[in-house]
């Protein structure tokens, strides 16, 4: 690599550690979820705020070193060569979670021996996996600190809705999109059928959920979204039927095979789906906010994409 090119590296690398390590969010990930970020900065050389229409990359790796070639149209351009030790290694095994129309990776370079002893080892269950372990691990950490800032800041309990879902493995977004329907985020919400807090649960339900005051916001989630993790199970993921039962009844969803044709229901069902855009949309953008602050982050579904 010319010496002028590998100067423009280490400087975008060390503009994106410093970005990293000056942001409030970052600083808490600690040492390892800053480098998994400036990974991410180092294969968007061509900045993290540069428009991706029609770029692709193709991540290349031999024995030796790991090559980043950009290619826009019929013009290809080498702007990273990367040394075969730990950087090189941990940017190549990034590229391959990244989405294929953004990244391809070019095996061709590996020596056969070395492929075969690999493929081996993977097969045998022998292949060692520490160094992917802790990157995956760290990348994890880094999606799951940045959404819990986000339902911190965005919403009322916030942090409590986010910390339910992660309990019971709910989407926390679906679940605040039921709080903002159902009670506006208000914890002393009652309706005129009974239904209290903030998931506007019936007493009945709250006690076969473990709640034993609905009022009470901690136990009013906690009893609201593993009533929703019971329901998903029950409607094999599907969503629709999911929020149609917790309005309407999981006998009623049962009896009609699909949303019931109540109109309460069916509105409720649409609104909560509306809300549930929004917050997607709402994080999207948070996280995009981080990544000007801070380099590449991980989209809502914990899959990490060059910017």
């Not at 080498?78 to 294929?100: R, S, Y």
């Not at 880094?142 to 986000?150: L, Q, S, T, W």
């Not at 800041?153 to 329907?181: F, N, W």
């Not at 985020?185 to 473990?210: E, N």
Request: aromatic share 8%; hydrophobic share 40%.
């Amino acid at each position: 690599m010319p010496h002028s090119l590998k100067d423009s590296v280490s400087i975008r690398l060390a503009k994106g550690r410093k970005s990293v390590e000056r942001h409030r969010i970052i600083n808490a990930l600690g040492a390892r979820g800053a480098a998994a970020l400036v990974l991410g900065t180092a294969l968007s050389i061509g900045g993290v705020a540069e428009t991706l229409d029609n770029v692709h990359f193709l991540v290349q790796k031999d024995l030796d070193a790991v090559t980043v070639v950009k290619q826009k149209g019929d013009d290809s351009k080498i702007v990273a060569h990367l040394g075969g030790g730990f950087t090189g290694n941990t940017v190549f095994k990034l590229a391959q979670v990244m989405p294929d129309k953004l990244v391809s990776r070019e095996l061709a370079l590996f020596d056969r021996e070395w492929v075969k002893m690999e493929l081996d080892q993977v097969l045998s269950g022998n292949a060692p996996q520490e160094k992917r372990d802790v990157f995956f691990e760290e990348m994890a950490r880094v999606n799951d600190a940045i959404r819990a800032e986000f339902f911190a800041k965005s919403m009322p309990y916030g942090e409590l809705i986010h910390e339910k879902a992660v309990k019971y493995d709910v989407d926390p977004l679906l679940v605040a999109a039921v709080i903002e329907q159902e009670s506006r985020f208000k914890s002393r919400a009652r309706s005129h059928v009974g239904a209290k807090g903030l998931m506007q649960l019936m007493p009945r339900t709250g006690k076969w959920m473990g709640a034993r005051n609905l009022y009470d916001p901690e136990q009013n989630v906690d009893a609201g979204v593993k009533y929703i993790k019971y329901l998903n199970k029950r409607f094999k993921g599907d969503v629709r039927k999911t929020l149609a039962a917790y309005n309407g009844g999981e006998g009623n969803v049962k009896r009609y095979g699909g949303i019931p044709p109540f109109r309460e229901t069916r509105q409720y069902v649409k609104k909560v789906l509306k809300n549930y855009d929004e917050r997607t949309r709402q994080l999207e953008q948070f996280q995009k906010e981080q990544q000007q602050l801070g380099g590449s982050v991980p989209e809502a579904d914990g899959t990490l994409t060059l910017r």
